[in-house]
């Protein structure tokens, strides 16, 4: 039997506030299979984006097994934490997260670059004409719409071929037509190159498109179900 490509176990995570110690992760639990895509869904303070943000290595649990991409990312340093996400995970935030000094070239090869790939601004351009903007190539963040910037983030993404892809609200700062199409394109994508997906939404209907639904709940995993509509 394979093991699952994310694998979280009785985590908590208990950030410091002024008022005190805040348990924002209260035991939670979650494996998802290779290739599986995944809605996580909640009211906001749920505890959503904070689940995504332990998966990605990026907030670190205070107690909990936590099992990514067959790496326990439970002790690991910043730099291996940077090393794996290079590699195995590709991160979509609601914000795009652009550098605005950068084409959208440019920002899509960074990864890359940053790896010391030779052949960054080629797979860059590829994963452009991919989301459709070949001819926004030299435009920075700035000179593009929400919908377009958004495009980019997931070309970026997507550009190292990571095996998991995380998106925290893909859509919620994009209108709904906008939205909508940026949705066809992430399952697309998703699909096409065999990514196994986690997306955090307030949307149902987005949520509904996936293969399992998560619902969350004060910090806890509250239930689940299998998607009504494909």
Known sequence: MTKPIVALDRVCLRLVSRAGPVDILKDASLHVENGQSVAIVGPSGSGKTSLLMVMAGLEPA????????????VGLGEDQLALVRGREIGI???SFHLVPTMTALENIALPLELA?????V?????????????????????????????????????????????ADEPTGNLDSRTGEQVVELLFGLQNRHKATLVLVT????LASKC???????????????EATAA
């Open 62 to 73: 205070s107690s909990g097994s936590v099992e990514v991409v067959g790496q326990d990312l």
């Open 92 to 94: 979509v935030f609601q």
């Open 116 to 120: 010391g790939r030779h052949d960054a």
């Open 122 to 166: 080629a797979q860059a351009r590829e994963l452009l004409g991919e989301v459709g903007l070949a001819a926004r190539a030299d435009h920075y963040p700035a000179q593009l719409s929400g919908g377009e910037q958004q495009r980019v983030a997931l070309a970026r993404a997507l550009v190292h071929r990571p095996s998991l892809l995380l």
């Open 202 to 205: 307030h949307d149902l209907e």
């Open 211 to 225: 293969e399992r639904v998560i619902s969350m709940a004060d910090g806890r995993i509250v239930g689940e179900r």
